[in-house]
Structure formats: C-alpha cells, structure tokens
C-alpha cells in the first residue's frame, strides 16, 4: 500500500495541517497555526496527534513531514568514505547543486527539470494524493569521514556528492509505474556510489508496490545507458531528434526495469 492511500488523519484540521506543512517542505511552528486559523490548543492537539501517528516531526520549532524510509548506510571505497541515507529538507539546495553540476553539460534533461522544479516548489520530499517524491542521498565529509582530496576529513557538515530521485504521480493508470533519475558528481564516480544509490531507490520502490521504473536520456549520455544496461535496465524505444543540444538533434533513450 502507497503512502497516499493510507493517510487517515481522522479530523479536517488535522488534514489541511499536514497539506500545509507537506507543500512547504517546513514550516515555523506559530506561523503555520497563524495562517491555518487553528486556535493555538486545538493547533497543538492536533500536531502532537500527527507527530505521534509519524505524519510530522518537529525540530526547533518548525514542523516538517516525516519520512521513515530507512537508516543511512556507511561505505568506504578506496579511502573513499561515504553515507547513502535517504534526504531530510535541509538537503535540497545540495541536491539541486548536485544534480545542476551534472546536468551542466546538457546530457541529462531529466534530472534538470527535477532540480529546476524542486528548488521552485522549496520543497524536497512529497507523498500526498497527488504525487510521491523521494530522494536518497550520497554524502561525504562530516565528522570522522575521509575526502578524496586527502583532507582529513573532519569537516563542519556533510557535502551532496550523489542523489537518487524517484517521481510516481498518483493516477490510477500509471499508479504502478515511477520515473527514477539517478547522478553522481565527476570527480566521486568510480567508487560504486552511483550503483548503491540506484539499488537503494529500486529497494524503496519495490517496497511501496511499484511494478516498473523508468527513465530517459539523450542517446549522447553512453556512460548513463551502460550503467543502467548493467543493472538490468532495457531500452524500451527510442524517439528520434527529440532533444536538441547545442544545435544537434540528438535520439531520446526511453529505459525502463521491472521490479
């Protein structure tokens, strides 16, 4: 069962509390109850309700949507040390720097239009009755873990070296299928962190009922259409002089994988 299909909030207030907060990514406790029109007891009654039920947690004073999608997991390649762990709000302008780096050169449109639509929205994370949107994430740096630039890699917070996007719109004819863009940066490929994102992003997928993954790339993107070749990934068709890239027409890749 999706997420979506199983929110019961119980009470009308309750429901457009969670749709406030859900739509904005986070929000300040009071300010939130102040643009709801709540009374302030009815307000806190109803939060503390979602927060028990795991619908919202809160962290100094702002409310977010909780998402419990798994515990983060710790590797090290080659004195390479990263963490792939599923996103949290305060990620999003790493991701969207992360993911605008590597489409930078103009080989992977989908994952630009991701970037462009979640720095829009200000919002990272989204399940409700219209759309699901999860992100896992690769991170180095952060207390105890090394760089590959040979720093000792005590560092004041964790950088965003990778992501996995997974987007599942909430219709009933396409309620089994979800788009997947996968990336990561130039300089940390090589160390598997793009294999462990792709199979972190497939496990959740399989584990909230999709039945088949997608997604496309410029015929030019060779090095994103043997990764996903090599992890079982077909070419379902291909679109001819679909896109088109400092003025050459270039196939579109339309891939998929059945779950």
């Known amino acids: 069962m ?3 299909e199983a929110l019961e909030f119980g ?3 309750r429901k457009r509390i969670y749709e406030y907060v859900e739509s904005r990514g986070e929000v300040d406790f009071e300010a939130a109850r102040d643009a709801l029109g709540v009374d302030p007891g009815g307000f806190r009654h109803h939060v503390a309700i979602l927060k028990r039920d ?5 962290r100094e004073g702002r409310l977010r949507a909780s998402f419990e999608e798994g515990v ?3 590797y090290d390649v080659d004195g390479v ?3 792939i762990r599923p996103a949290r709000q305060e990620d999003l302008s790493g991701i969207v720097g992360a993911i605008r780096r590597v489409a930078e050169q103009g080989s992977y449109i989908v994952a630009e239009s991701v970037a462009d639509e979640i720095d829009h929205d200000e919002a990272l994370l989204r399940h409700n009755e219209i759309e699901s949107r999860m992100f896992f994430v690769a ?3 952060g207390e105890g873990r090394s760089a590959s630039d040979g720093s000792t890699g005590v560092r004041p917070g964790e950088d965003v070296v990778g992501w996995v996007h997974l987007y599942a719109p909430e219709l009933d004819k396409l309620a089994h299928t ?3 863009t996968v990336g990561v940066l130039d300089e940390y490929q090589g160390f598997g962190i793009g294999s462990h994102l792709l199979e972190r992003g497939v496990a959740w997928a399989a584990s909230n009922g999709y039945e088949k993954l997608y997604q496309s790339a410029p015929s030019t993107n060779e090095y ?3 990764f996903l070749e090599g992890h079982g990934w077909e070419t379902e068709a291909v679109r001819e002089d679909h896109y088109k890239i400092d003025g050459e027409y270039v196939d579109e890749v339309m891939m998929a994988v059945k779950l």
């Open 2 to 4: 999706k997420f979506s």
């Open 11 to 13: 009470h009308e207030d």
């Open 54 to 58: 795991g619908y919202l947690e809160e």
């Open 72 to 74: 983060a997991e710790e």
């Open 81 to 83: 040390a990263f963490t």
């Open 139 to 141: 991170t180095v740096g």
């Open 178 to 180: 979800a788009e997947l």
């Open 224 to 226: 994103a259409i043997e």
